[in-house]
């Protein structure tokens, strides 16, 4: 037993006053590994202690000055933290800032995915093109992430802080809305009310007519991403929804050359027929008057058996899209 205690421990000897030697244990080397734990345990009950509690939730920033990147002991910092507010509801953001301006990690941490996930979002607003790189998110209770600058002035120990505090902020009760608000499905409805919408077979015959009273064109105002994986209506005008309105106002310096008059039959179709009501409705506003939109969108379009990509209607002109900011170059 004496040979093993020497193996793994280091030992003293000293004589006893009858002249028997006695073995004295000396504790054991600490490790570096051991320090950094004791360190992080001290930064987060230091954290917790000037943590606050708001609407139940305990808040607290620690900002910890670091000669170098060390997300790995910001993660034990955070492990002490879970632990040591394992049954109660906390969201904690932590940094270690360096001496120089450089990228310093960030690690956000809380009992909550739905904190935690406000809390990304929050962050990332108020570090706008400060973030360098973020994980995945894959973990619910934390988030690290790569900030420039971070700790450099007395506005980022500010902005966590806010972060924080609008991530935790209860829930307004959707039942008890502002006065004078409507819901989008009363809005949608409301719009709806105003329009003449037409099935995909009606918008088909329309389309086909040989004289009609005004000139009709079919819009599709889907983005580009959602156009290329669903497919489209050759023939079609593609307009993306976010310049619609400036296409096709007739006041609009930005204008499609064939928007010259207020009596053009303009059908709009999305890709199931919600966002195309509204659109419509914006070009009524316009004075458009002879706009609508077709119900269930380009979905129905192509359930109804019509013609999709390579099988367009004729004798319809095709408008690519132009950049809004290229085509109001001269308004500036």
């Known amino acids: 037993m004496i040979a093993e205690s020497f193996a793994t421990q280091s030992t003293a000897s000293e004589a006893s006053g009858n002249g028997d030697v006695v073995l004295r244990t000396q504790p054991p080397l600490r490790t570096l590994d051991d ?10 009950v230091r954290a ?19 000669q170098s990147e060390d997300d790995s002991f910001l993660h034990k910092v955070a492990d002490v933290i879970a632990h040591q507010l394992a049954l109660g ?18 690690v956000i941490c809380s009992s909550s995915p739905s904190f935690l996930h406000r809390a990304i979002l929050l962050t990332s607003s108020k570090f706008l093109g400060r973030i360098l790189r973020s994980d995945d998110a894959s973990n619910p209770h934390r988030w690290a992430a790569l900030v420039q600058g971070l700790g450099s ?7 966590l802080r806010d972060a924080l505090h609008k991530a ?19 809005i949608l409805a409301d719009t709806r009310a105003k329009l003449q919408r037409i099935t995909p077979e009606q918008a088909y015959d329309e389309l086909r007519e040989p004289e009609v009273g005004a000139p009709t064109f079919l819009v599709d105002i889907r983005p580009e991403a959602q156009r290329e994986r669903m497919g489209g209506i050759l ?38 027929g919600y966002t195309s009501s509204l659109a419509a409705y914006a070009l009524q506003q316009l004075g458009l008057l ?18 999709t990509d390579g099988q ?6 095709q408008a690519r899209s132009m950049s809004f900011e290229s085509s109001m170059v001269s308004t500036r």
């Open 168 to 186: 935790t902020l209860a829930p307004i009760d959707p039942l008890l809305p502002p006065p004078g608000s409507r819901s989008i499905a009363q």
């Open 89 to 106: 509801d906390y969201l904690f953001a932590l940094a270690t800032t360096l001496p120089s301006a450089g990228a310093t990690p960030l």
């Open 35 to 44: 320090v950094r734990l004791q360190v992080a345990h001290e930064v987060a």
């Open 153 to 159: 002035s007395s506005y980022d120990d500010d902005a």
């Open 312 to 317: 367009g209607l004729a004798g319809i002109e």
């Open 235 to 272: 023939g079609s005008l593609v307009i993306e929804r976010n310049v619609l309105e400036w296409r096709f106002d007739p006041r609009s310096e930005a204008r499609l050359p064939i928007a010259d008059r207020y009596d053009l039959r303009v059908i709009v179709f999305c890709q199931e």
């Open 48 to 66: 917790i202690t000037k943590s606050q509690i708001l609407d139940g939730v305990r808040v607290g920033i620690s900002l910890s000055l670091s």
């Open 290 to 307: 002879n706009a609508t939109d077709i119900i269930g969108g380009f979905q129905a379009w192509k359930d109804a058996g019509l013609p």
